[in-house]
């Protein structure tokens, strides 16, 4: 698909946003490209019709092209409706200046003197210097039926038609010529007889399946009748592209979108035939996935190939755009998670020791859990950093184990008393939750749910310490019983492990952008594990009451 | 976010593209909306300057409007440059005719008179005409420190200078004033104070993190100065939105791409405090993201919140858009496995019987791990149509092992050699793919593997089946001893499933669009499989050599 480029597109302004520029400018946005545009004249337009216009003068469409030109660097030009012979010898002037020395981009010539209602939108003497002056300079022109049988002086009627009609277009200087067949009902027996006639002559499009794609051609319906293009080369190639006729009102616009999704294509250096691949296909689905917008023939549906982020981008100021984007999601759900009543009694020291005693031997169950559940992470991880990364948190749960240890013995709870210790319902359901979660998922949705109670814990410590620090604040440690657990979550080591998970999860969603399913996947996941560490407070709570 | 909405901007045309209506078109298709408009002025404009205006007639700018809102359901407006007094009584005639009998969607008013180098953009009287005259027909007016310098005949220096200038303002009409200070330098102190002095006041913004989120706010850096809006509502509440302050030349525009996106929000039913918390961050983001057109001040990146789409749409005429991309992305390899050797001499009939029976008997192996990978798929499915789906598969592989036994009999080969054969290495490496595939990602990822041999299969089945039709096809069935084999494979029941196969992945990759980075691993895993199913092939008529 290629990066971003600039492209310049000199054409008509349509208030009602179907055509001119403004289809232009949103089929540069829509396949992620910077359009430019010079105005040759406005139109008070909507999809019933045109109300008023009102022409641009010469100098002034000029100054336009120049102020774009001699700024901005420019990788491909279209040009749509010029209006009239001023202007349309403003455009070749201004592009004769520009391009004296150096080559110019990729030009995309859409004719457009004969509307899709067969009205004539452009004085026949503005026709013949479009033809004589602006032709030659052009890479593609993208004349319809009506324009080309204007050109040439004689009717177009079959497929064959078409090839001789786009191969005589070519004598007036353009590199190629793409005749849009949309006015020509056509079947795929004709496409066959002319290439049956001229094989040499290439088929693409939709429904015109590569080899080894026999299981795709025969599930798709064959369509009765065709919309034929027919693209000639000066260089010697002719292709014809084929895709289903549809029925459908919204297609204001077509031409300029065909037009301008094909300087896109070529901005990026796509080859003739990739590049009207590419743009017969974005063409057709805007028209075929348009919603009615307007009485009269309204516009297409521009961006369909584009989708929103669910998650906004990481910038200096906003690091964890997804962490918070999380927790907003579940804001009650963690709320009752990170200020729960166990943490504020902890932290008051006034919580009752049989509570806390609960609390740890599960916890030493639930951390066995939680070593295995980062084994299999490990199992699942593709690389070698992947891999390690989990492996090293095994290694620091298995020293958090000791820590643990020494606590519960500060508690009288024994390592015997620990092991033998039945594991409550709430340790089992959120033990087995993550390796279910592992079980199903991908790593990224695995990770969801091992950081909700990295991070949770992190949040738990970071309240406490703030708390402890303020002179009216909730939290004691001097005598706090629990004062070494406060300590330790709030402590540079495990904050440390914080800030890795925040930026592990983060990069991942970065690196890989979610749909709005399965980003509300891993939001019930995150949402399930902050229930599921309430219930393991609620735990300890109970056994006190 | 909401669904698509309409949206008329009423501006200047910028030919440059990073201001005017081509900011707030690009804007609108960004965030998805439809966007229409009416031009009151064309600049000849780059990123260093303005080197032209061209005024449009007063009657013609109101034909612009007329013919949009005569036509299009508008879901919100916003108003840009308005050129001079003519163009701006232009705008409140056609305003008031539209919405005399009924209300006005929301009307932004981005009071453009002051650009941000400090050039004056607005004649007096045009701006006293909009003062009187638009502004009490606004939702929200967004004026910067010049402007509403201007309007309040005062200078505004601080927070508190701008948190009376935006109560001040409301005096002549808007439902909401937004005071930008892009112009006005403040620190999270100078915040503070002004919230102390009137607790009353909200924050909000970029670091600015909500209740139990402390883990972010200490990972995230402390600006040191900071951007700060202050936004005015007339039904009270006061909100300061606050963000760091970057260095950036790409601020073309910004103005244009503020009221655009609040007017986005607008549309879709925000409040006046989301919509601004959801506009800045957009606009902001787009100044850190955007890369450097032009130069001077180049325009912001519109295109941050938007990602292309790795797939096309699916379409009544393009129903597989998602298989035809796998099999083109791995063309070389499909090829390989699809149009192998071995098939070819199995349609001739030539093949080696000792090729064909080491090939059933492994067949009967792999069948085993395809069978329990479907399995796995069902342990890792989280719906019962997706498990029976699963289990209905390992139904219908139980069900071919029967004809497999069949056709092992025929060729002489019992049920107890078949459990006694060795497995190859080529069935282990697949099998096990399969295995690992299943314990590492998640279900769609291990339906990429699955489909790849049932897709193969029946690719190969229709191939000989089309070839055996042809009077002088390369396939005889007419006394093959391979007959049984080619017609199961071609057969309504094999090519039944593949159909179902296909409609699954092109379901799932609609319903859940990937990212690159996700979309490659599924090439990656098909293109694996398509090599082992080649190794396959391969293996059987090394036998016979």
């Known amino acids: 698909m290629g990066g971003q480029r600039t492209i310049l597109t000199i054409a008509g302004s349509d208030s009602g946003g179907g055509a001119g520029i403004q289809a232009d400018l949103r089929t540069f946005a829509a396949l992620g490209h910077y359009g430019t545009s010079a105005i ?13 216009v009102h022409g641009v003068p010469p100098e002034f469409l000029e100054q336009q092209i120049h102020s774009v030109l001699d700024d901005i660097d420019v990788h491909a030009i279209k040009t749509g409706m010029l209006f009239d012979s001023e202007n349309t010898r403003a455009v070749v002037r201004a592009l004769k200046r520009h391009y004296s020395e150096h080559a110019m981009p990729p030009l995309v010539c859409d004719p457009v003197c004969v509307s899709t209602s067969g009205a004539s939108l452009l004085a026949p003497e503005a026709l013949k210097i479009m033809v004589k002056e602006l032709f030659p300079l052009t890479t593609l022109i993208t004349p319809n039926k009506f324009e080309a049988e204007l050109l040439l002086s004689r009717t177009i009627g079959s497929v064959e038609d078409m090839v001789s009609a786009a191969h005589d277009l070519l004598r007036d200087g353009p590199r190629a010529v793409l005749l849009k067949g949309g006015h020509i009902t056509a079947t795929l027996a004709d496409v066959d007889r002319v290439v049956r006639a001229r094989p040499e002559i290439c088929i693409m499009g939709e429904g015109m399946y590569g080899d080894n794609m026999r299981i795709l051609a025969i599930n798709a319906p064959q369509p009765e009748n065709l919309v034929v293009d027919v693209l000639c080369e000066a260089s010697g190639p002719i292709t014809i592209f084929a895709r289903p006729r549809i029925d459908s009102s919204s297609t204001h616009g077509t031409g300029c979108t ?3 999704s094909l300087a896109c294509a070529l901005a990026n250096s796509a080859t003739m035939s990739e590049a009207v691949l590419s743009a017969t296909a974005y063409t057709h689905v805007g028209i075929v996935t348009a919603s009615q917008i307007g009485a009269g023939h309204g516009p297409l549906n521009h961006l369909h190939s584009a989708t929103q982020l669910c998650i906004p981008r990481r910038t200096p100021g906003n690091p964890y755009p997804f962490t918070q984007l999380l927790i907003n999601r579940s804001a009650a759900t963690w709320k009752e998670y990170v200020a729960h009543e166990f943490v504020r009694r902890l932290g008051q020291g006034t919580l009752a020791p049989a509570s806390f005693v609960h609390f740890i031997k599960q916890d030493y169950h ?7 559940v980062h084994g299999l992470l490990a199992a699942k991880s593709s690389s070698f950093p992947l891999i390690e990364s989990a492996t090293q948190t095994i290694l620091n749960i298995l020293h958090e184990i000791n820590t643990h240890r020494a606590l519960c013995a500060e508690f009288g709870v024994s390592q015997d008393e620990l092991e033998r210790t039945e594991e409550a319902i709430e340790t089992t359901a959120y033990g087995c939750y993550l390796m279910d979660v592992g079980v199903q998922g991908d790593t990224t949705k695995l990770l969801m749910a091992l950081l ?25 440690l001097e005598g706090n019983p629990y004062r070494r657990w406060i300590e330790d979550y709030s402590g540079p080591q495990y904050q440390g492990a914080v800030r890795v998970g925040l930026d592990l999860i983060e990069a991942r969603a970065a690196a890989d952008p979610s749909s709005p399913a399965r980003f509300n996947e891993w939001c019930a996941v995150w949402d399930q594990c902050a229930r599921l560490e309430k219930a393991f407070w609620d735990m300890g709570l109970k056994v006190a009451g």
């Open 40 to 52: 040759t004249a406005l139109t008070a337009q909507n999809t019933t019709g045109v109300q008023g």
């Open 258 to 260: 065909l037009s301008a």
């Open 366 to 372: 639930y951390l066995k859990y939680y070593a295995r």
């Open 452 to 476: 909700a109670c990295l991070l949770g814990y992190g949040e738990v410590g970071l309240w406490l310490k703030s708390e402890a620090a303020r002179a009216d604040g909730a939290v004691v």
